[in-house]
């Protein structure tokens, strides 16, 4: 199971994301006198990367049939998309409702690091599975 490549990026991604959910993910400006806030994952945000980090590390133990891991790995991938569309309604309702902007935080890349990964490893599964598929042609 480890020694598969697609199991190493799925497993630096679910390391990735899981450090994006511990992380503040944006800096809180306000426009006039006050103090800067450090905005963590909020509920919806934390859900949607939890969510992410259990399907990644889901899709590692399915290392026997790479189908099912196919679609768990593009499950992941589109949570990652949805966790970024989030972050962006999320972070600006709150800058409306408290008036101020908005800095990045290096965390707020983590879940990009971690989509990459887990694209990587699709294609890695995708390779495998074509050599499989190949070889039994041979065989039959």
């Not at 006039?32 to 889901?58: D, H, K, Q, R, S």
Request: net charge positive; charged share 15%.
């Amino acid at each position: 199971m480890i020694q598969r490549i697609q199991t190493v990026y799925l497993l630096l991604a679910v390391i990735a994301a899981f450090v994006a959910l511990t992380q503040p993910v944006a800096l809180l400006v306000p426009d006039t006198i006050g103090e800067n806030i450090a905005m963590y994952n909020n509920i919806p945000l934390y859900v949607v990367l939890l969510l992410a980090c259990t399907v990644e590390v889901f899709s590692i133990f399915l290392y026997k049939n790479r189908l099912r891991q196919l679609h768990w790995t593009a499950t992941a991938l589109i949570l990652i998309v949805l966790w970024y569309a989030t972050y962006g309604i999320v972070v600006g309702y709150k800058c409306q409702e408290l008036e101020c902007h908005w800095d990045f935080q290096w965390a707020m890349l983590l879940p990009f690091v971690s989509f990459v990964l887990v694209y990587m490893a699709r294609r890695a599964i995708k390779a495998d599975e074509r050599l499989v598929r190949s070889a039994d042609r041979l065989r039959g």
